[in-house]
């Protein structure tokens, strides 16, 4: 194996599908991107693994298999297995990052337990009180993406929360987007500064009134419909809104492409312009498609701990491979703690007021 290969921690046991989305993802993603990028350490009962390996050679020559006999359910709950996870797929893939063997872990699993382990195993960076589930969603023309967060890893959050989470954001839309000075809004039920609940106005005050101190181009309260609008590249919530959020999205894109694909059933001349507009539908299922955002990453954490949907085929769990193998290679929590230092005392200002 070259220095120049990155190591995967995978949860091979995770997710609805199990073992055969997770092998037939890891094979698709070194298909796609070469055996010589990353190398995985795939953790799972070695009794279900070892007879996939054999169908996928490709997988297992860029694998090692460790041993773990235990399975963490998506029903299961956090209280009744955080204890005794030790020796489960999910904990031991995490603990695998913290010891420095694997630059990032990627599992499908309960998202509930996946956040406590990682954030217990690997601690939030220096400034930053709470991880975010983040990702980038479709907004806008061409390839344009919107960063939300959170995702559903803080239900209920308080006026500091969501500022690291604005920090968070920020930085992603920066490090990993591409998009330089992104503006960032707060998700609230109007553009008008009167509008929310208390949370909100305070967060709003202080961020307004220091505006001009913020590593970020604030512009307000944004939204849903500006979610999407490509005039934001930040969006701030609670993780029990921005779930929801999320899973609005992914309806939308799946109700789209029924309502295509019935109209063109339905008419000879509908059926004759799709065969023109081929690869304008393209274009739109690659950027609608749930499967091409699949992976969301614990932002603020040390190490990266990424999830990928619990329902997740192998397109999809490739997509997560490659967006944990992109992550690795930013300086991502380094500019995160130096962004949360410089901003302390915005931060300070909002604690005090509370």
């Known amino acids: 194996m070259t220095a120049e290969k990155k190591i995967i921690a995978i949860d091979a046991m995770g997710g609805d599908k199990g073992p055969n989305a997770v092998l037939g993802g890891m094979n698709q993603f070194l298909y796609q991107n070469g055996e010589d990028k990353v190398f995985f350490r795939l953790f799972g009962q070695t009794k279900k693994l070892n007879p996939l390996l054999a169908k996928y050679p490709r997988v297992a020559r860029n694998c090692e298999v460790i041993d773990s006999p235990n399975v963490i359910k ?11 996870a030790q020796d489960t797929s999910m904990y031991m893939a995490i ?26 195993a690997l601690k939030t960076v220096d400034g930053i009180s709470r991880p975010a589930i983040t990702t980038m969603l479709p907004s806008g023309g061409g390839d344009s993406r919107v960063v939300v967060l959170d995702l559903g890893a803080n239900v209920q959050c308080d006026e500091r929360d969501l500022f690291d989470f604005s920090i968070l954001g920020s930085v992603y839309a920066e490090v990993i987007g591409h998009m330089s000075s992104p503006k960032v809004g707060v998700l609230n039920i109007g553009s008008e500064e009167t509008k929310g609940n208390e949370v909100l106005q305070k967060l709003n005050k202080v961020l307004t009134e220091h505006r001009d101190e913020l590593p970020y181009e604030y512009i307000g309260f944004v939204e849903g419909n500006d979610i999407g609008g490509g005039n934001v590249q930040v969006v701030v919530t609670d993780g029990f809104t921005g779930n929801i959020v999320l899973k609005t999205v992914e309806g939308t894109a799946k109700l789209i492409k029924r309502v295509l694909v019935d109209n063109l059933k339905k008419s000879v001349l509908a059926i004759i312009g799709a065969f023109f507009l081929v690869h304008v539908f393209k274009r739109l299922k690659n950027k609608i498609d749930p ?5 969301a990453t614990f932002l603020g954490l040390k190490g990266f701990a990424v999830k990928t949907h619990g329902n997740s085929d192998a397109l999809a769990f490739a997509n997560s491979i490659k967006y944990a193998a992109d992550l690795t290679r930013a300086n991502l929590n380094d500019v995160i703690a130096a962004r949360a230092a410089a901003a302390s005392k915005i931060r300070d200002e909002i604690v005090n007021q509370e």
């Open 74 to 84: 998506g029903t299961d709950k956090v209280r009744d297995v955080i204890r005794h």
């Open 291 to 295: 499967r091409s955002y699949a992976g």
């Open 95 to 120: 603990k695998d990052v913290r010891e420095g063997n694997s630059a990032a872990v990627v599992s499908a699993g309960n998202t509930g337990i996946l956040m406590s382990l990682s954030k217990l």
